[in-house]
């Protein structure tokens, strides 16, 4: 007899040999060398080894061959080859999967691979499975717990499977949609972000988070629970089953957490949210004001109050109240104050900045960093440096790679754009630096360095000292290690703050950092799940990342619709603004808060709220309109639970996809109360053109929806379709600026071709007094240029900010491509499209107008935040180009045109060529809106909607028909080169609301 080997040796020798083998490989194509030796995914789907598996299971009683589970109303069968073959409905016995398609159960997903399956099902002891890999390389152990009302699936151990960010392992059924997941831990994903409609497959993208963490505590290996969705009761009973039974996060409660404790607690929490109205406070202008607004918000109904960030946060040091300004003695006034509101039957809420560390930080930072900031990796100092050097030589431990800043579900060293990596923390010090060069090489030299970042100070230190590359949240905020004490430290400080105030909403903010974690957020479930075991009251889960991740689990229950039944938009996007006008665009219109309010009607939200703009000015005491915003939303409150489902299906019908920040709309609803009844009248608001016009909606943007309008010159005709019968048109004018294309003080903007940069492939070529363009598109798909388009750019500082129209020549070539100009480098853009052939003079009043052009602007293009007219630099190119096609065009002569204030005498509208007349008696100035909404008289209003007169009308004929009518704006002075915005609006038959509707 030989010598006994042991099982661990066995194991040791197996893996050793799949690594020299594949390392082998590996240098093998790393050569250069000819060959068709397998990729790691090739190896994979052959069932070849890549990490050998342990055969610890053989200690099991080993049967192959298919496997049924069982709950009240669903039978799941696995064949033999690891395939789910069968889900039928109990106790009718109806099929559910769709045999059209696989369903592949587990298998795994490699970066852009094939799905690689799992080929045999074997059972071990007890409720425990494997499914294995074509030749037995790959295995997935796994446990099935049967209830009356699910079934549970958990991973249990994994082997032969790579921890590498490239691969997923997910579980898959084709089949009826009420085949429903439900995540068991926060390493589980499903498909689709919305809460409430979660899908296969179910996946686990954080393989490489390996089985403990650095403290050596187990982590969950992923797990969900199935059952079949019978209705909404139904479910929820299910999920309250799974809540009480699996082990799942919840709230800190003075009773049993079981069933009967989750019926309770969702009891609570959706009495407490059953109004989900907000009031929305972002620049807080004194103590006082809250004081003055407060009628207001008790007037509108209001029963939440949100703080944005600065408005509480001392950003020196993580969740501590600032001192001064709305709460003058810090964290006592901002409890106190939460009590005050909830006295007034209020609740607070705040805007929070996940996660961030500031690097003046006192006490994470300070002057001795703490050591579980996160990081990518450590090393030590190749020779010792002064505190005055600016290169330090570094080498990095063994696999330390530098990162790359780019968008990656993964971990470092890939990361997000957002996060910067250019830090090294060693000592007491942080180090900036701004490039690494021989980054390949045994010493890597980190140049061009800023010592003692933050509230650190230089040093000298020694040759041999360990450096650690830390993370950067946007390059200023350090970011906590994940598990780390400093992480849990920043969880407890935050449900401290939460249950202190009894907060009803704290509104996670900034969670871009989560993403350098990997898989999609596996840094900030963690951060969830261990801060909502700590709340001790209901609270709401909100964030501008859009979706539920994971903790908060009322959120997936079917009674989270009475408070949210549809999500509307990022962090309280539907509420009505009183924006106040700026540079960058014109004040908000009460048509704006009428159709904001309709959508949230639309949907049987709750969601009547206000908010500040937290972008854009908006000084409420001067919008002149206020009181009107705020019986509005009133209004609209108290009006919606009284509309049928038909009212609102005709509402709703009127709303168009996509979803984002609300919908978007050629519409909107506007309440009245006529005669004592309530009135709800749709508008074709603005009435539009045969093409070209855009939508009310807002896209990827924070700064508000845009108001659709049409820019034109007084005398300049316009043709619009009144869908709805004959009526007197209403509209609302804008007059904006008169210009002077010939005007000393105009301000030149070309500048030498030799100053400019083109990085493109546009030809730049000068062309008399101007540039010539030139882009061949042929044989190419279309350019559409809305995110990246064909710029070059020369520097030049200019203040634009009464110079905001552009004057120039084009040459056309009817290409149909769009010449784009833009100022700075947020996108103030100046489109002009290419549909006409020869020489044009061409004017643009100001940067505001290209949002109102469907070819360039709308929805999908939402204004930039910053006023973007102070710009040090300018750019030139083409934003569009159709298929197959060649631009050739030219420009010169252009200049950014000086704003000359407007009068206009008398201005009127004639429809179709003299059919019909209607004239205002009275003098429009720059800036001034006038206002007609029916009847003998229109509203004179300044720029921010304070009335200034109301001016006599006088009509003729004034009336337009079904469909398509002509327009004329026109004034008694015959005003030339002025510019105004247009809004003619048409309304059809209102719904009437009964006061009687339960």
């Known amino acids: 007899m030989g010598m006994a080997i042991g099982i661990e040796d066995i194991i040791m020798t197996k893996q050793l040999i799949a690594f020299v083998l594949l390392s082998a490989t590996l240098l093998h194509h790393a050569s250069g060398a000819e060959s068709n030796e397998p990729t790691v995914d090739d190896i994979i789907a052959s069932g070849d080894s890549v990490l050998t598996a342990n055969d610890h299971y053989r200690n099991y009683e080993i049967e192959g061959g298919a496997a049924e589970f069982v709950c009240d109303n669903l039978r799941v069968r696995i064949a033999a080859n690891a395939e789910v073959v069968s889900v039928k409905r109990l106790p009718d016995g109806k099929e559910l999967l769709d045999h059209r398609s696989p369903s592949l159960g587990f298998h795994l997903i490699g970066r852009g691979a094939d799905p690689i399956p799992f080929v045999s099902l074997q059972k071990l002891k007890g409720n425990t499975y494997m499914v294995v890999s074509k030749h037995g390389s790959q295995k997935v152990i796994f446990s099935v717990t049967e209830t009356n009302r699910y079934i549970a699936f958990r991973i249990e151990s994994l082997f032969g499977i790579p921890r590498s960010s490239n691969y997923t392992l997910a579980f898959d059924i084709q089949g009826d949609h009420r085949i429903r997941p439900m995540p068991l831990d926060y390493m589980t994903f499903f498909e689709g972000h919305d809460p409430l409609d979660r899908c296969f497959p179910v996946s686990w993208p954080a393989l490489w988070m390996g089985n403990n963490n650095y403290l050596g505590e187990k982590l969950p290996r992923g797990g ?101 300004g709305f709460f003058l003695n810090g964290r006592k006034d901002l409890v106190d104050f939460a009590q005050r509101l909830s006295q007034l039957n209020k609740n607070l809420s705040l805007h929070y900045n996940w996660c961030e560390i500031d690097a003046h930080d006192p006490v994470f930072v300070g002057s001795t960093p703490r050591k579980d900031l996160a990081d990518w990796g450590s090393g030590r100092l190749a020779e010792s440096i002064g505190k005055d050097d600016t290169t330090l030589s570094f080498i990095p431990d063994p696999g330390v790679e530098l990162p790359s800043r780019e968008w990656h579900n993964q971990p470092p060293p890939a990361l997000n754009h957002w996060v910067h990596y250019n830090f090294i923390h060693v000592g007491d010090e942080i180090i900036r630096f701004e490039e690494a060069l021989n980054t390949e090489g045994e010493v890597w030299l980190l140049r061009n360095c800023t010592r003692g970042v933050g509230s650190t100070s230089p040093a000298a230190h020694d040759q041999g000292a360990v450096a650690k590359g830390l993370l950067a949240n946007y390059g200023v905020q350090y970011i906590p290690k994940t598990y ?93 603004r009183p924006r106040t006008a700026s540079l960058s665009r014109a004040a908000a219109t009460v048509d704006e808060a009428h159709l904001r309010m309709a959508q949230v009607a639309s949907v049987k939200h709750s969601d009547f709220s206000m908010h500040i703009p937290l972008h854009y000015p908006s000084d409420w005491e001067q919008y002149g309109r206020f009181d009107e915003l705020v019986e509005l939303v009133r209004n609209w409150k108290e009006v919606s639970p009284r509309l049928s489902d038909s009212q609102r299906q005709r509402i709703r019908k009127t709303m168009e996809p996509p979803l984002n920040r609300g919908f978007t ?97 546009m030809k730049l070529t000068k062309a008399a007094n101007g540039l010539a363009i030139e882009y061949d598109n042929s044989g190419r798909g279309v350019l559409d240029g809305k995110q990246a388009a064909l710029l070059a750019t020369w520097k030049q500082s200019l203040d634009l900010t009464r110079h ?88 010169h002569g252009i200049k950014a045109l000086k704003e000359i204030d407007a009068v206009v005498d008398d201005p009127g509208v004639v429809i179709n060529d003299g059919a019909g007349k209607l004239v205002v008696k009275g003098t429009l ?68 609301v009964t006061e009687d509707r339960p």
């Open 804 to 891: 905001r129209g552009i004057g120039m020549v084009v040459k056309g070539d009817r290409s149909g491509a769009i010449l784009l100009i833009r100022s700075g480098t947020m996108r103030r853009d100046y489109p002009v499209k290419l549909d006409f052939e020869g020489e044009r003079y061409i004017e643009i009043p100001n940067g505001e107008a290209y949002w109102a052009g469907s070819d360039w602007g709308g929805p999908h293009r939402c204004p930039a935040a910053s006023d973007i007219y102070k710009p040090k630099q300018l750019q030139i190119g083409i934003g569009f180009v159709p298929a197959d096609t060649k631009v050739s065009v030219s420009v």
């Open 484 to 576: 780390s004490p400093l992480f849990h430290e920043m969880i407890r400080e935050q449900a401290e703050l939460w249950n202190d105030t009894q907060m009803s909403n704290m509104n996670y903010d900034g969670a871009n950092p989560h993403y350098w974690s990997g898989a999609n957020g596996i840094q900030i479930r963690i951060w969830l799940e261990e801060a909502y075991k700590q709340f001790d009251h209901p609270t709401f889960y909100d964030t501008g990342h859009g979706c539920q991740l994971w903790g908060h689990f009322e959120h997936y229950m079917n009674a989270f619709k009475k408070a949210e039944p549809v999500r509307m938009g990022f962090r309280g996007d539907m509420g009505v």
């Open 925 to 992: 100035r720059s800036s001034q809106w006038l206002d007609y909404r029916g009847g003998d008289t229109a509203k004179l209003y300044d720029e921010n909607w304070n009335p200034i007169a109301d001016l006599p009308v006088t009509t003729s004929n004034y009336h337009v028909g079904t469909g398509f009518q002509g327009f004329q704006v026109t004034a008694e002075n015959n005003p030339e080169n002025v510019w105004v915005s247009t809004r003619f609006i048409t309304e059809g038959t209102p719904i009437i």
């Open 224 to 324: 969900f629970a199935l059952y079949y969705d019978g209705g909404d009761a139904e479910e929820d009973e299910v999920l309250a089953h799974i809540w009480a039974n699996e082990n799942l996060p919840h709230p800190k409660v003075d009773y049993k957490w079981d069933v009967a404790g989750v019926r309770r607690w969702m009891s609570d929490w959706t009495r407490t949210f059953a109004d989900r109205s907000s009031f929305w406070y972002s620049h807080v202008r004194g103590r006082d004001e809250f004081d003055r607004l407060l009628p207001h918000i008790n007037k509108m109904g209001i029963r939440e109050i949100h703080f944005y960030h600065w408005t509480w946060h001392d950003k020196a040091h993580h969740c501590r109240v600032k001192k001064g």
């Open 665 to 761: 709309s050629e519409w909107v609803w506007w309440l009245r109360k006529e005669d004592g009844v309530t009135k709800i009248y749709p508008q074709k608001n603005p009435m539009t053109r045969r093409e070209g016009d855009v939508r009310w909606g807002c896209m990827g943007g924070e700064v508000g929806w845009l108001t659709p309008q049409q820019y034109i010159t007084f005398g300049q005709s316009l043709e619009l379709e009144n869908p709805f019968h004959q009526q007197p048109p209403q509209f609302t004018l804008r007059v904006i600026s008169k210009f002077d294309y010939q005007a000393a003080d105009n301000i030149p903007l070309f500048a030498d071709l030799k100053t400019i940069s083109n990085p493109t492939e």
